[in-house]
């Protein structure tokens, strides 16, 4: 079914101002909405989004003039001759524009008088979605765009992906309003390709590693295959005192009766060899470990006697250093 993709502020921001000052949409981004059109999804600015990124472009032009002058400045004033004059400019940069200049069927979301009245209503009440930083905050225009989003989603019956790391969107994604709207959260550049069904090569490496659990996981009742597998979002590593990789994030998936995606899940590995798997359902938590194959004892038995090797060897240059 067709989607609607929604960009976010900080996401447009996310590739730099140099592509957008100049009037051009940021490569990655381009495909990434190219692709969208391709699948016949369809891609909407709010218009709070526009006038965030404008302000924002404004004052990144304004910033790199003034460096500019004053470079200008300092070389005339060292007896250089700078040719031709900087004369000031003002760029009035709108991203809509660049936006439509590629793809003239991007869609500018309007607020309407009502959800201009529903997002003041919910920001002086402290209602929902709450940002998760700091939940007695205003976070008036982020309010904006969600009431925005719930009122075309309701018209539209379309749903909804919006690109956002803000954590007010992902608390109303997880809401009974949000699923009751269909509208779902994602944050980085990896997450939204395999939205868009183009999975990156370090995000393949994690499905490959979950799947080795998935006998574990079949004797406990979650039959995990690869088609159920739709993405892992929210990527974190966290590399352990004990030599373990952690990977920590959400698991996205499709068809698993016994799972309600979202799911939390944590993956610790040891020399590049997966070990142990969480996974947190709901009210239920499910763990499992694998049997490590002659193989995989062998590499992790290498790993581990090369990084004893290197922490000798830096020790013992060191101990060089000081004593010479």
């Given amino acids: 079914m ?6 976010d502020t900080n996401y447009l921001r996310s590739f730099g101002d140099s592509d957008y000052r100049i ?65 000031e400019k003002k760029h009035n940069i709108d991203i809509a524009t660049v936006l439509r200049k590629y793809f003239s069927t991007v869609y500018l979301l309007e607020p309407t008088i009502e959800d201009y009245r529903e997002a003041e209503r919910r920001t002086s009440y402290r209602l929902s979605p709450l940002p998760k930083k700091n939940p007695t905050g205003e976070e008036y225009r982020d309010r904006l765009i969600w009431c925005q989003l719930v009122s075309y989603a309701r018209a539209s019956k379309t749903p909804i992906l919006l690109v ?88 996205r998936t499709i068809g698993i009766k016994e799972v309600s995606s979202p799911v939390s899940a944590r993956m610790v590995s040891l020399g590049g060899v997966p070990i142990l798997l969480s996974l947190s359902l709901g009210e239920r938590a499910i763990e499992c470990a694998r049997q490590i194959g002659p193989q995989e004892k062998e590499k992790l038995a290498l790993d581990r006697f090369r990084d004893t090797t290197n922490i000798e060897q830096v020790a013992d240059e060191l101990r060089s250093l000081l004593r010479s």
């Fill in 2 to 7: 067709p989607q609607t993709i929604v960009f």
């Fill in 23 to 87: 009037e051009k949409l940021p490569q990655k981004l381009h495909d990434q909405i190219k692709l969208a059109f391709s699948r016949e999804d369809l891609v909407a600015l709010p218009n709070t989004v526009r006038l965030e990124t404008n302000a924002w472009l404004a004052l990144q032009a304004e910033t790199a003039q003034k460096s500019l002058l004053d470079a200008h400045k300092l070389l005339r004033n060292a007896g250089y001759e700078v040719s031709p004059e900087i004369t």
């Fill in 164 to 251: 956002s790391g803000d954590g007010l969107f992902h608390n109303g994604a997880a809401s009974d309003e949000g699923k009751t709207a269909s509208i779902e959260v994602v944050e980085s550049e990896s997450d939204l390709d395999q939205r868009l069904n183009q999975r990156p090569h370090h995000i393949q490496a994690v499905v490959d590693q979950l799947l080795m659990f998935s006998m574990n996981l079949q004797r406990q009742g979650v039959d995990l295959k690869p088609e159920s597998i739709v993405g892992i979002e929210e990527l974190r590593k966290v590399n352990e005192a004990n030599g373990s990789l952690v990977l920590k994030f959400m698991l």
